[in-house]
């Protein structure tokens, strides 16, 4: 198929003549351009639309589409040119209404004129790469009316003055609002961020910082939190009725920054209202309006976490080394669990219940709580408290929140092995003194410190408890073999087992012969079915009921303690006696006996026993005399229980002393274990470890785990290596 | 389903639309496009069946074939302008240029105008 020329088809077309004269296109577009004319002056009506669009159907067709985009072109400009004048001309107010008005009817005529000339959008536009109709008439708008040098700067002012109006509390039309910024939007992607929001943002951000610094001079702190919230909230009003969506968060981010992120700190440390004035008296709207302005802001949440965190260690460290609170342990227990109460509802619910803040307080109350040597004390006297009377009557769910509650603050403690030496001295004395108001509410503690601290922990208290039990099976069994003791004194024996409770030094004293006898019976009794074990009378635990009857026949039942009893008893074969010859009669220690004497003789109301001469201390030429005088409401009078105090100075130091020994073979014990399965470690790493498994009883002291290893190598369980001299090695 | 027809109705607002001039399309061309689209407007045949009506409707003389062409074009019903052309389209395929003018009735094809 080769020629020379080209070929190619003509299809023959309409079978009626088309008219091809020169003229044609000129004619042809004629009609068009008058069309479009008309069309812009609202003269629509007259035309029909199937004879234009078959006038531009054929000028395509016959390749004169060239002629008609162009033509089209000429034609728009020039009345678009015309459309800006008049807008121009528009004054003050109605110049956005006129340019509104202007735009719409634009949109109509082009839409309009798209569909005539939709041939030659499908044809002739995609083949000669021009821009589509309706975009054409878009950029034309764009570049004739909004470009034109009036136009635009005043169309940016008008804008933005309609809204700092709306910002100073003008109510604006909010309609003609959306049409311009959504024209603008229409004109394409850029043209609405350049001609408006740009400088939106721009003058916005000079608005903010005008008004936050004036806001700030002569408000307090929540008030100016309030204001910022509700100009975060009018700005999201007026993105959601006239602005772009897109602009939300560009406004939101200039109003965070200008209003919250500049003033941060000054808002959190302001006097009288900044955030420590607000935690101290539970505001929580202020703190929640806080929190959640202050999240949206980079560091915001950190710094009020900061600011807290500081608060609470301060105020935990006053309050714990203040010496007045020490005075009562359980009112310093108290107080702490009243703070705690206070910022867990504080982070509850102003801070959402957040759980960075929550840790924040965890570590400053572990930070403050520790650093009284005290605390573990303090804790288990408060437990002490609760549980001889604070919890009577308390319904049981009430009695699981408070003991919950106490947990948590022991969880706290980083010296738990010395909370447990005193909770076993305190859990004894409850014990032994019958005093304990619910013998429930003692065993769900052990379960939770069981369920805290481990099997280990709790062991000796379980055993505790149960040689209660025993004691109680061992009584009975005593009195029903010997049937015929029916008629002496009643005697209810305690068996404790020495590991199980705190150790007390037993030096015993003369038992009246009456008691003495039957305890003697009960020893055989207890050694036949117990054979290989050992009692010995713990005289300084025990209390008694005594009967009495004084000088002028009144009868009294006496509660005393066990020393209390034997000197009391001695009154019954004698009238007076003397200091010296009690004290060779019972053989109690003598500042035992000393206190004894006191509770017996000077305490007003308890003076079963007079004293002469009647000075206040007891010395040793002191005489006794059953005081005749004796008198009490009661029937039944109490004298002088032994009630768990506060450590005296010495007795303290010899507590700490035996905590301290006993953490000696438990550091062992722990460096042993790691050596034997690491076989080889060195100094730090085994000081860490060991520090790690011991955390949850105490806290290692470095120097004293040095020690430990030194022991440990004298006693050949590990050798240090020869080279260096850092490394230990476990001696299998 | 023709564009051209449904701007008419629509773009220029006249109060009573009573008659759509269509100049350039005859009568008989029209009857042809209205049966088309009514039937395709229907939907009641199953699409094998339309298939096989549309090859019925196709099958004319190459005269009514342009005209169908041109019509399709200017009413902007592009579904009835595929077919045809495909129509077309087949006819001259694997054909040499001799006998595509001998098919279509073209005369003097050794002396054409070049257009721009």
């Not at chain 1, 109509?108 to 798209?114: E, G, T």
């Not at chain 1, 504080?346 to 840790?359: A, E, G, R, T, V």
């Not at chain 1, 055993?463 to 003791?485: E, I």
Request: net charge negative.
């Amino acid at each position: 198929m080769s020629n020379q020329k080209k070929k190619h088809f003509q299809i023959e077309a309409f079978k009626h003549k088309v008219v091809m004269d020169p003229k044609y296109p000129d004619k042809t577009w004629k009609i068009l351009e008058d069309a479009i004319h008309e069309i812009y002056n609202h003269n629509a009506s007259g035309l029909s639309f199937e004879e234009l669009y078959r006038n531009a159907y054929n000028m395509v067709l016959h390749k004169f589409g060239e002629r008609l985009y162009s033509g089209l072109v000429a034609t728009m400009t020039v009345h678009l040119k015309d459309i800006a004048q008049s807008i121009e001309a528009a004054q003050g107010g109605s110049f956005l209404e006129e340019l509104n008005r202007k735009w719409n009817d634009h949109n109509k005529a082009l839409q309009m004129i798209r569909d005539i000339l939709m041939y030659m959008d499908r044809t002739y536009v995609p083949s000669a790469r021009k821009t589509p109709v309706h975009e054409l008439g878009l950029n034309l708008w764009r570049e004739n009316v909004i470009y034109s040098s009036q136009i635009r700067t005043r169309l940016l002012n008008t804008l933005l003055e309609l809204i700092h109006s709306e910002r100073t509390g003008e109510v604006i039309d909010r309609g003609i609002m959306r049409n311009i910024t959504k024209m603008l939007m229409d004109l394409g992607p850029s043209v609405y961020e350049h001609e408006f929001e740009k400088h939106f943002t721009n003058v916005s951000a000079e608005f903010y910082q005008v008004e936050s610094q004036r806001f700030i001079e002569c408000c307090d702190c929540g008030d100016y939190l309030k204001k910022a919230e509700r100009r975060l909230n009018e700005e999201m009003d007026r993105v959601s009725h006239y602005l772009d969506p897109e602009t939300e968060k560009k406004i939101n981010k200039v109003v965070e920054e200008q209003m919250i992120e500049n003033h941060m700190l000054r808002l959190i440390h302001m006097e009288n209202s900044g955030l420590v004035n607000m935690l101290c008296d539970d505001k929580y709207e202020d703190l929640g309006r806080m929190y959640t302005l202050f999240r949206r802001v980079t560091d915001g949440l950190l710094k009020i976490r900061e600011v807290m965190t500081s608060h609470i260690r301060e105020s935990g460290k006053q309050l714990v080394t203040d010496p007045e609170r020490l005075k009562d342990p359980v009112e310093f227990v108290q107080r702490l669990l009243d703070e705690k109460d206070k910022y867990d509802k504080i982070i509850n619910l102003p801070f959402n219940n957040d759980k960075s803040f929550q840790n924040a307080l965890n570590s400053s109350f572990e930070y403050f709580i520790n650093l009284n040597p005290r605390s573990p004390e303090f804790i288990s006297l408060f437990v002490d408290d609760k549980l001889r009377k604070g919890l009577k009557g308390v319904n049981e769910d009430d009695v699981e929140v408070t003991l919950d509650k106490v947990m948590m603050l022991f969880r706290y403690l980083q010296e738990k092995d010395v909370f447990e030496k005193y909770y076993k001295q305190h859990l004894a004395k409850r014990l032994l003194s019958g005093k304990t108001v619910s013998d429930d509410a003692e065993r769900s503690l052990i379960v939770k410190l069981k369920t805290e601290c481990g099997y280990q922990f709790t062991s000796k208290l379980e055993g505790m408890f149960t040689d209660m039990k025993t004691s109680q099976d061992t009584m009975q069994g005593f009195y029903a073999s010997h049937p015929d003791l029916g008629d002496g004194p009643t005697l209810t024996v305690q068996v404790l087992t020495t590991g199980s409770w705190p150790t007390q030094s037993s030096i015993t004293c003369n038992l009246p012969a009456e008691i003495s006898a039957l305890c003697e019976k009960f020893r055989s009794y207890y050694l036949g079915t117990h054979t290989g074990r050992r009692l010995s009378w713990q005289t300084n635990m025990g209390f008694a009921d005594l009967k009495a009857t004084f000088g002028k026949g009144q009868k009294h039942e006496l509660n005393v303690s066990t020393y209390q009893m034997c000197v009391l008893m001695l009154f019954n074969n004698a009238d007076k006696l003397s200091y010296k010859e009690i004290e060779q009669a019972t053989e109690i220690p003598a500042p035992d006996l000393k206190r004894c004497l006191q509770s017996l003789a000077l305490v007003k109301g308890r003076n079963v026993l007079r004293k002469e001469p009647m000075s206040k201390d007891v010395v040793e030429d002191d005489a006794f005399f059953v005081n005749d005088k004796f008198s009490s409401k009661l029937y039944k009078v109490k004298i002088g229980t032994v009630v768990a105090q506060k450590e005296s100075e010495p007795e303290k130091q010899e507590t700490r002393q035996r905590v301290e020994e006993d953490r000696k073979p438990q550091i062992e014990a722990a460096i042993v274990r790691i050596m034997k399965s690491r076989k080889q470690l060195d100094h730090n790493n085994l000081i860490a470890e060991v520090t790690k498994q011991l955390q949850s009883r105490f806290l290692a002291n470095p120097t004293e785990v040095k020690k430990r290893i030194e022991s440990l190598i004298e006693r050949d369980f590990l050798e240090r290596d020869d080279n260096d001299r850092k490394l230990y090695r476990y001696l299998a | 389903m023709s564009k051209t027809v449904k701007d008419a109705i629509e773009t220029i607002p006249t109060d009573e639309i009573n008659s759509i001039s269509l100049s350039l399309v005859r009568s008989e061309i029209l009857t042809k496009v209205i049966e088309y689209c009514k039937k395709h407007n229907s939907a009641q045949m199953s699409d094998v069946d339309l298939m096989d009506w549309d090859v019925e409707f196709a099958n004319v003389h190459y005269t009514t074939l342009f005209d169908l062409v041109l019509s399709a074009n200017y009413m902007n019903i592009n579904c009835l302008l595929d077919l045809v052309c495909g129509k077309i389209a087949d006819m001259i395929k694997g054909k040499t240029p001799g006998e595509i003018a001998k098919l279509f009735d073209i005369k003097d094809v050794s002396t054409y105008e070049e257009d721009n």
